[in-house]
C-alpha cells in the first residue's frame, strides 16, 4: 500500500525557466556528457547552505576553474537572483498535488538545489499547502540518486520504502536513487521529451505523460 508520494521538483512540479547558453558551453568545453555535467554541477552548488552569492559562486568556479569567467558569473547570477519572477507550476500540479493530500497521502518535495533561495520559492509557490515535509539537498549533504538523500525523505515520512512512490522527470536522479532504496517509482516524461543523458539509465517502474496520470498508477495499490 502507498502511504506517502515524494516529488522532484524541477521539470517535474516546475518547468526549468531559463536557457543556460554558457553553462551549456562550459558543459562541452570540459567534455562531460549533459549528465555528467549536471551532477558535477549539483556537487559544487548543491551539498550545503551558503550564505551569500559569493560563496556559491566561489565553489562553482573552484569547481570548474572558470574565475575570471564575467559571462558565466553573470548567467550564474541571473540563475539564482534574476528568475524567480519567472518560476511557475505546470498547469495540472496544483490540482493533483490538493487531490492526493484530499486522499491522505503525504507529501514530500525532494530536490536538488541551492539554498540561497529555496525559501523564497516555497513561499511564492505556496509549497506549504499541499507538502508535509521539505528534503533538499542542502540538507541531508548529498544530492540524487545518492540513496541518502532518498532515506532523508523517508525519514521525514515516517514510512517505509515499499510504501513511498517517488515521481520525478530524471532515470539519472530520481528512479535510480530509488530503485536502490526500494521505492516504488515513476518517470514523468512530458510530451515524449526523452532525455538522450537520460535513457541509459534504470527502467522506471511507471512512466507518467502528465501527473494526472499518477492516479491511475496508484489505483493498482488499491486492488
Known sequence: ????????????????TIDFVHLSKL???????????????????????????EELRNDFFAAFKQYDNELLEKELYEIYFN???KIYLFPEVEKVLAKLKAQGYRLALLTNTE??????????????DYFDVFAYSFDVHAVKPDPKAFEYA????????SEAMMVGDSLRSDIE???????????????????AFDLSGPKAEYELSSLEDLFKVLGHFKK
Open 1 to 16: 500500500m502507498i502511504k506517502a508520494i515524494v516529488f522532484d521538483f524541477w521539470n517535474t512540479l516546475a518547468p526549468t
Open 27 to 53: 558543459a562541452r568545453d570540459e567534455k562531460l556528457s549533459l549528465g555528467d555535467f549536471i551532477t558535477k554541477y549539483e556537487l559544487a552548488t548543491h551539498m550545503k547552505k551558503y550564505k551569500n552569492f
Open 83 to 85: 528568475r524567480f519572477d
Open 115 to 128: 539554498s540561497l533561495h529555496a525559501e523564497e520559492i516555497r513561499k511564492i509557490l505556496r509549497l506549504d
Open 154 to 161: 523517508l525519514k521525514l515520512l515516517k514510512v517505509k520504502p
Open 177 to 195: 536513487g530509488s530503485k536502490v532504496v526500494g521505492m516504488h517509482n515513476a518517470w514523468i516524461n512530458r510530451k515524449g521529451r526523452a532525455k
